[in-house]
């Protein structure tokens, strides 16, 4: 409680009602630090020893190797356009027969998963493993079409 002192007399000394808010305003900060620093370190974790990468991430290559399977069934290398049974021919030469360069498939969304499967097959045939399969994003797809992925997804 407190007094109020204005005014003339001493012993006309009447009692004050107000509370005096600071007070409980700097407990309700220190609180609500207190809450701040607690709320992370109360969460509960499953203890892993994670291996250290000491890799570099790899680099993008300047100029992939696009396959593209249209939606006719006609292969194009790049720009240049190709059959299947010239597809290795083709590969050779935008790779100069490097087997360990990794080639990008797009295909359209209309080609069969067994043509796609085929054009799969003659590369690994010739030994060409490293194979990424090329899609659209869904928030880069323009409207109104559907999207075929997300980028590079298999190998």
């Known amino acids: 409680m407190g007094a109020r002192l ?3 007399d001493d012993d006309d000394m009447a009692e004050n009602a107000d509370i005096n808010i600071t007070p409980f305003i700097d407990v309700m900060l220190v609180l609500l630090i207190i809450f701040m620093v607690a709320a992370p370190l109360s969460t509960v974790d499953i203890p892993v020893e994670l291996p250290v990468a000491v890799a570099e991430a790899p680099q993008r290559p300047s ?5 593209t399977l249209k939606e006719d069934l006609s292969l194009a290398v790049g720009e240049v356009e190709t059959t299947l049974d010239a597809l290795v021919m083709e590969i050779g030469i ?7 360069e990794r080639l990008y498939i797009r295909a359209d969304k209309a080609v069969p998963y067994g043509e796609l499967i085929r054009v799969m097959n003659v590369l690994r045939a010739d030994g060409y493993l490293k194979v990424g399969l090329v899609g659209l994003d869904e ?6 079409t559907e999207a075929g992925g997300a980028g590079e997804a298999a190998e």
């Open 6 to 8: 204005s005014g003339g």
């Open 63 to 67: 100029e992939p190797v696009f396959i």
């Open 94 to 100: 935008a790779t100069m027969l490097n087997r360990d």
């Open 139 to 144: 928030a880069a797809a323009p409207e109104g």
